[in-house]
């Protein structure tokens, strides 16, 4: 089990790629972000992006799949108390495939909480021609691996 | 309306509300954030969130919806007048997005979006950017969900 004394900084990791399809694009943007230019070919091509793109937040959940499957599983993940920026860099069209590089930024225990620390992570997804679509700088909570000696306690 | 001219920092929308239900959390989850806590009642219980709960980017989409929807039925009351419609977006990105309550299998979220900054956009004379403040607020007050959100929006007159 990943916990956080395992995540250390300047840590680079890859994961991917995942196939995006048009059928996915549309299936999101139905329920999510039903916008034309992620719904239906004949009006994306007459829009500014000149063709179906994906929605910006469906480009930031298959991230969050991504990093699920690759950063998460089988870690004591607690999930994220937020996000300080998410940038959108290139379209994401069908038959994209999208990498994830991830780099450890920070760890630091959790003053309030000593049984848990804070991770913070930058992400990258990158497309099959290697050009970056999205940024994001995240923090992530995770149980660390043994209760901290009694002087190692912030106030 | 609704040109980048039309607008006002301070104006406050409220774009409607949701119920996040059991099967839809597990639902998204599997799709998108497959952790324990957001997939299984049993593992949730046993986490530090004490009860299934959503992810954090399944209550961002359900908000983006509900903006997405209120725009559209103001534009299309627009054009049933027979008024000019502004174009908006794309969306460059978003910042300061804070998850501060968890949101609960059975909890209704309500959805605001407040305009906070108008700013002109270089180079662009077309547009402008508008920086909005989306909210969710859970059915006892508390502020779940909280993001700060640009969007170019078309200039009625282009900008010298």
Known sequence: MRAFEDFKVGDIAEFGPLAVTAAEIKSFATRFDPQPMHLDEAAAQNSIVGGLVASGLHIVCMHMRLFADGVLRNSTSMGSPGVEEVRYLAPVRPGDGLTLRVEVLGARPSKSRPKMGLVRFRSHLVNSNDKPVMEMIATLMFERRAAPAENEVAP | ?160
């Open chain 2, 1 to 160: 309306m609704t040109f980048f001219e039309d607008l006002r920092v301070g104006t406050r929308t409220e774009v409607g509300h949701h119920t996040f239900v059991a099967d839809e959390i597990k639902a998204f989850a599997r799709e998108f954030d497959p952790q324990p806590f957001h997939l299984d009642e049993v593992a949730a219980a046993r986490s530090h969130f004490g009860a299934l709960c959503a992810s954090g980017w399944h209550t961002a989409a359900v908000c983006l919806r509900h903006i997405v929807e209120d725009r559209q039925h103001r534009q299309a009351e627009l054009r049933r007048r027979g008024e000019p419609v502004a174009k908006t977006g794309p969306s460059p990105g978003l910042r300061d997005l804070r998850w501060p309550t968890p949101v609960y299998a059975g909890d209704t979220i309500a959805f605001a979006q407040e305009i906070v900054e108008l700013r002109p956009v270089a180079n662009r004379p077309d547009v402008g950017l508008r920086i909005a403040r989306n909210t969710g607020t859970n059915q006892h007050g508390e502020l779940v969900y909280s993001v700060l959100s640009s969007t170019f929006i078309e200039r009625r007159v282009k900008s010298e």
